[in-house]
T-cell receptor
Framework: KAGVTQTPRYLIKTRGQQVTLSCSPISGHRSVSWYQQTPGQGLQFLFEYFSETQRNKGNFPGRFSGRQFSNSRSEMNVSTLELGDSALYLC?????????????FGSGTQLSVL | AQRVTQPEKLLSVFKGAPVELKCNYSYSGSPELFWYVQYSRQRLQLLLRHISRESIKGFTADLNKGETSFHLKKPFAQEEDSAMYYCALITGGGNKLTFGTGTQLKVEL
C-alpha cells in the first residue's frame, strides 16, 4: 500500500501570496489531519476532515483553510502569506475518527515564505 | 487547556543502558496518550499508544494519572533507538493531537 503522499515537497512563496498544499491519504483511509511544524512552536494541529466535513479545528487564523474531496484527498490553503507561515506542513491519515486512531504521516511540504 | 510537557530536549545514553523519556500532561478528563517517533530521514510514525498497552521495539509506557505522566521506557538502549520522540495527547473526539516539543534520544556506543 502506498503511504500518505504530499505535494509539492518544497514551496517558496513571497509575503501576500496564497498557497495550496495537497495530501493523498492511504487507500481506504477517510480521515485526514493537518499539522504545522516549526522549530519554535513544534507540532500544532490545524484541522481534521472526515467524509468531506471538517471535524476539528485548531487555533489558527482564518487565512488557513482546508477541504476534503469525495475520494478523501485533501487540500489546505493559506492566503495572504506571512513570514511566520514558513513551516513544514504535515498531513496524516487514518481509517476513521475514533479516539486513538493510528495516524500515518506524510513526508510533509516545506513552505518558505520570503 | 491541555498541554504536554517533555522536559528534556536531548537525552544521551550509552548502548545497553536503560532509557526513560519523560512526558507529563495536563488534562482533567480521561486522556488518550501516544508516543510518536521520527527516525533520521523518515516520517513521523506511531510508536505506541496507551489504549493498546502494547510494547513496541522493547519500549513501554505506563499512564500514571496521579502524576499525570506517561514516561517512555526501555531497559536496554540500542543504537537504532536514536531518534526524535514525541509524546502526544488526545482529549476530545477525533484525531486532534496535542504534541509535546519532543526529546532527541542519542544512543552512544
Amino acid at each position: 500500500k502506498a503511504g500518505v503522499t504530499q505535494t509539492p515537497r518544497y514551496l517558496i512563496k513571497t509575503r501576500g501570496q496564497q498557497v495550496t498544499l495537497s495530501c493523498s491519504p492511504i487507500s481506504g483511509h477517510r480521515s485526514v489531519s493537518w499539522y504545522q511544524q516549526t522549530p519554535g512552536q513544534g507540532l500544532q494541529f490545524l484541522f481534521e476532515y472526515f467524509s468531506e466535513t471538517q471535524r476539528n479545528k485548531g487555533n489558527f487564523p482564518g487565512r488557513f483553510s482546508g477541504r476534503q474531496f469525495s475520494n478523501s484527498r485533501s487540500e489546505m490553503n493559506v492566503s495572504t502569506l506571512e513570514l511566520g507561515d514558513s513551516a513544514l506542513y504535515l498531513c496524516a491519515s487514518s481509517l476513521g475518527t475514533g479516539r486513538g486512531e493510528k495516524l500515518f504521516f506524510g513526508s510533509g511540504t516545506q513552505l518558505s515564505v520570503l | 487547556a491541555q498541554r504536554v510537557t517533555q522536559p528534556e530536549k536531548l537525552l544521551s545514553v550509552f548502548k545497553g543502558a536503560p532509557v526513560e523519556l519523560k512526558c507529563n500532561y495536563s488534562y482533567s478528563g480521561s486522556p488518550e496518550l501516544f508516543w510518536y517517533v521520527q527516525y533520521s530521514r523518515q516520517r513521523l510514525q506511531l510508536l505506541l499508544r496507551h489504549i493498546s498497552r502494547e510494547s513496541i521495539k522493547g519500549f513501554t509506557a505506563d499512564l500514571n494519572k496521579g502524576e499525570t505522566s506517561f514516561h517512555l521506557k526501555k531497559p536496554f538502549a540500542q543504537e537504532e533507538d536514536s531518534a526524535m520522540y514525541y509524546c502526544a495527547l488526545i482529549t476530545g473526539g477525533g484525531n486532534k493531537l496535542t504534541f509535546g516539543t519532543g526529546t532527541q534520544l542519542k544512543v552512544e556506543l
